[in-house]
T-cell receptor
Framework: EADIYQTPRYLVIGTGKKITLECSQTMGHDKMYWYQQDPGMELHLIHYSYGVNSTEKGDLSSESTVSRIRTEHFPLTLESARPSHTSQYLC??????????????FGPGTRLTVL | GQQVMQIPQYQHVQEGEDFTTYCNSSTTLSNIQWYKQRPGGHPVFLIQLVKSGEVKKQKRLTFQFGEAKKNSSLHITATQTTDVGTYFCAGPRGSGNTGKLIFGQGTTLQVKP
């Protein structure tokens, strides 16, 4: 079982609040990802990090920001939450090994509801 | 741009029936991965296929990678209620070894007992 954790698991918050979604992994993986997923729908990559102090935006435009100060920690921040941000946010990590094997390990997700 | 398409989007089967989901990529893939997401859960890696024409089995699940490395399928024999969930295929996004994946839209399987 992968050691990747997300907190909180559920968050209900009012419009305009600042929130930080936490993601930590204990596997020493260099690469980490944030996905946004609506129920039963596809995963959209919103942020990617290939190591400490390296982050880039994903394919789906997001008003959130991320930081990667430590290998194991990849928090996502929304400065001002809006109802359109209501979704599930999944954090994942992976390591590239020989043969391009890049299985991603997912955290349990944070279900965010913005009222 | 690069696309990965899955069909069908939904499938309802009676327990004991077989189930197949198909995955098609707009580009040749170096490998393809399959994930399963249970209702309310998170995606969990099932398998990776690398070779052209490769076939791998996990108990009642059979995975195939097409000869041209642009399509793949997952077949479940004699479905059980524990098979319920959404199955995603995913391939490397772009060129290079970034680790980024592009996921299909998923096929949601419902199994009636």
């Amino acid at each position: 079982e992968a050691d990747i954790y997300q907190t909180p698991r559920y968050l209900v918050i009012g419009t305009g609040k600042k929130i930080t979604l936490e993601c930590s992994q204990t596997m020493g993986h260099d690469k980490m990802y944030w996905y946004q997923q609506d129920p039963g729908m596809e995963l959209h990559l919103i942020h990617y990090s290939y190591g400490v102090n390296s982050t880039e935006k994903g394919d789906l435009s997001s008003e959130s920001t991320v930081s990667r100060i430590r290998t194991e920690h990849f928090p996502l921040t929304l400065e001002s939450a809006r109802p359109s941000h209501t979704s599930q946010y999944l954090c994942a990590s992976s390591v590239i090994s020989a043969g391009e094997y890049n299985e991603q390990f997912f955290g349990p997700g944070t279900r965010l509801t913005v009222l | 741009g690069q696309q990965v398409m899955q069909i069908p989007q939904y499938q309802h089967v009676q327990e004991g029936e077989d189930f197949t989901t198909y995955c098609n990529s707009s580009t040749t893939l170096s490998n393809i991965q399959w994930y399963k997401q249970r209702p309310g859960g998170h995606p969990v890696f099932l398998i990776q296929l690398v070779k052209s024409g490769e076939v791998k089995k996990q108990k009642r699940l059979t995975f195939q990678f097409g000869e041209a490395k642009k399509n793949s399928s997952l077949h479940i024999t004699a479905t059980q209620t524990t098979d319920v969930g959404t199955y995603f295929c995913a391939g490397p996004r772009g060129s290079g070894n970034t680790g980024k994946l592009i996921f299909g839209q998923g096929t949601t399987l419902q199994v009636k007992p």
